[in-house]
């Protein structure tokens, strides 16, 4: 009788299943879970998923997949927006979020020990009674192991940097299971190469990162929010500039269009405002540092026509406004039913928001697509939620038309085609117009130095 030989991914799965038990699965309802993210790319089917609890796991699961050839994707709450938890190639589907400890807090050194799967309110909620808190807030509901590997980013970046520069310290389990430490406790470093930098962006194709270790914030004796509407679109992006060229150290500077403002007024229920362009903002520090902040960018919005400057000092408010602010991208999808939407993600210098702004708003005008607008300003970065008729077989060809005018005039500004999302499977046509061949060269050349059987999370960053 011939015996059938098995697959790479079947010898894998049955080398794992003593080890692992029912937390490797084949079942087609928890594949068909990790077969995406929150995107529009197709959803591709692992042939298994494992959900691991250490790193020891980690390092043995990807010793063997490196042995036999066989895929490994990374999935944390997989809440990404560009693709890069679809397994393309099949394989294992990595589940980290059951690595979720929180191992050491010293508010000594302001710094933490956790666990990939660890969530930012999971970790703030932690943080809370100890005065200190995490902030890189992307507004999901994400994993920090997640954001690590797609650099997040987000609505405090202004103040309190992206996820990369609120890293110390990272575990990583290497494509064939070699286990190294990047970075040091200390806050700053002069030797090597800075390896913890490379591994964060890297969307899991260099590595598995097992442990971070973050550096914390006190929480501000004092924060306060207000919203600022205006007539135009110019005259809100021309507050943000001038806000910024005067050092105002504002904590969050969040700008709404009118349609996306219509979209939360109606979705949030919210009272007193009108759908025009409008700031959200947000101010930490004492409570004569949070006034003078205020009453400054106040001063500032009333030479650009802003109006409605209203306060929000108590957490209930605050937090209300916050929570329309990051319910945005539903209330986007809520605002026409039976659409989809496609998010862009482009950055430019804060010199360059202006015309960077105004031009896609012209292309959307252009396209027929409705569009609105919201971004963390702040930093230059916007986003553009592109609601696609799911009954109009066009709709999908001019939304992603309408995608590459806004990244190549962000490009051409001196931009990005990605301020947080990362690049997935859904930026990669772009990095060649961004960075050229050559720094496309060094980059493959890193990935091939790292992971010679190309086995982590293949197909994302780059094509082919």
């Not at 799965?13 to 692992?20: D, G, K, Q, S």
């Not at 929570?323 to 945005?328: I, S, V």
Request: glycine letters at 10%; a negative charge; charged letters at 20%.
């Amino acid at each position: 009788m011939t015996q059938i030989s098995q697959s790479p991914a079947e010898a894998v799965i049955a080398a794992l299943r003593p080890l692992l038990g029912e937390r490797l699965s084949v079942n087609d309802a928890i594949r068909q879970q990790h077969a995406r993210g929150e995107d529009t790319t197709a959803p591709t089917m692992p042939d298994a998923v494992i959900f691991a609890e250490s790193t020891e796991e980690v390092s043995r699961i990807l010793a063997l997949c490196h042995q036999h050839g066989v895929a490994v994707t990374p999935f944390g709450a997989g809440t990404s927006l560009e693709g890069h938890v679809n397994p393309v190639r099949g394989g294992i589907s990595l589940d980290l979020s059951r690595m979720d400890a929180i191992e050491e807090v010293s508010a000594e050194d302001m710094d933490c020990l956790i666990g990939p799967g660890v969530t930012r309110q999971q970790l703030n909620d932690h943080l809370r009674d100890q005065g200190l808190f995490f902030p890189v807030d992307p507004g999901s509901h994400c994993t920090i192991g997640g954001m690590c590997a797609t650099r997040a980013s987000g609505t405090n970046a202004v103040r309190y940097g992206t996820i990369r520069e609120n890293v110390l310290q990272l575990e990583v389990v290497l494509a064939d299971g070699r286990v190294i430490w990047t970075g040091s406790r200390a806050r700053k470093a002069a030797n090597g190469y800075d390896l913890t930098r490379l591994v964060i962006g890297s969307e899991g194709t260099l590595g598995v990162i097992t442990r971070i270790r973050l550096r914390l914030h006190g929480i501000p004796e004092a924060m306060s929010a207000a919203i600022c509407q205006f007539p135009t679109l110019a005259d809100a992006v021309n507050t943000v500039i001038a806000t910024l060229q005067v050092g105002v150290p504002v904590a969050r500077i969040e700008l709404l269009d009118e349609v996306q403002m219509d979209a939360c007024i109606r979705f949030s229920k919210l009272e007193g405002l009108a759908p025009a362009p409008t700031l959200f903002l947000e101010f930490h520090g004492s409570e004569a540092g949070v006034a003078e902040q205020a009453e400054t960018v106040q001063a500032i919005a009333a030479d650009h026509s802003g109006s409605n400057f209203a306060w929000a000092r108590e957490a209930e408010a605050r937090n209300r406004l916050w929570k329309a602010r990051h319910d945005a991208y539903w209330a986007c999808v809520a605002l026409k039913p039976n659409h989809r939407g496609i998010a862009t993600d482009v950055c430019v210098p804060i010199s360059r928001l202006a015309e960077a702004l105004l031009g896609a708003k012209e292309d959307i005008e252009a396209s027929g697509l409705t569009a609105p607008i919201v971004g963390h300003v702040g930093d230059g970065n916007f986003h553009t939620v592109i609601l696609v008729d799911q009954e109009d077989p066009t709709a999908l060809d001019r939304a992603w038309e309408l995608d590459r005018k806004i990244v190549h005039r962000a490009l051409a500004l001196g931009g990005t085609c990605s301020g947080e999302h990362g690049v997935g499977i859904g930026k990669r046509e772009f990095l060649e117009a961004e960075h050229g061949l050559e720094a496309l060269a060094v980059m493959r050349s890193v990935k091939q130095a790292l992971d010679p059987k190309g086995i982590l999370n293949p197909g994302k960053i780059f094509r082919n």
